[in-house]
């Protein structure tokens, strides 16, 4: 549950951007993807359709509080990240299960 409640803030960020600055002359696509490896790791796919992310924005050093966001909550979940910025924009997380000890 931890994990869901992490993924969640990530998730809304970037549809939300997508949705601000990608399609700035028409309708486009926003897809969510989230898989689980057999490696007991998480793959989040959050891309679109768009004219792309500018090259000056960089998701480990932005100045955005939104994407400053994004790196916090990928950093607790112990993930890293990779942008593509060719056919529009994909975010692609790898990220691990919060796991802590049983509550009383």
Known sequence: MDTVISCGPIINELISNSLKYAFPS???EVSVK???NP???FTLVVS???VGLPRDVH???CTSLGLQLVSLLLQKLDGTSEVQR???TTWTMTFHELLYPARV
Do not use: H, I, K, Y
């Open 26 to 28: 028409g309708p486009g």
């Open 34 to 36: 989230l898989v689980s």
């Open 39 to 41: 490696d007991q790791t």
């Open 48 to 50: 679109d359709t768009g």
């Open 59 to 61: 998701e480990r050093n």
């Open 86 to 88: 060719s056919a529009g």
